[in-house]
């Protein structure tokens, strides 16, 4: 399972790509992929729900798939 971000910039809403390569909107589990998110059990949250089946899946004809977090985390190596 991979977390990520899709729609127009600034408009994205959150997704996962499971395993076997389908795309789910994960927006009934979080606003979004952020900090509060991970720190909070987020992702154990979103896969129960990719195995319980109650995320639907998304077309992902024409979407822009983005960066999982809207703000990445500073690098020290890009200092």
């Known amino acids: ?3 990520l971000r899709v729609g127009a910039p600034g408009q994205e809403r959150p ?3 499971t395993d076997d390569g389908r795309l789910l909107d994960l927006s009934s589990v979080t606003p979004d992929i952020d900090g509060v998110f991970l720190a909070s059990g ?3 949250r979103a896969r129960v729900a990719v ?3 109650e995320l639907p899946e998304l077309d992902a004809d024409g979407l ?3 960066a999982p977090s ?3 985390a500073r690098s020290s190596a890009s200092v």
């Open 1 to 3: 399972m991979r977390l």
């Open 64 to 66: 822009r798939i983005g």
């Open 70 to 72: 809207p703000v990445p």
């Open 42 to 44: 987020g992702v154990d």
């Open 51 to 53: 195995t319980a089946g």
């Open 15 to 17: 997704a996962v790509r």
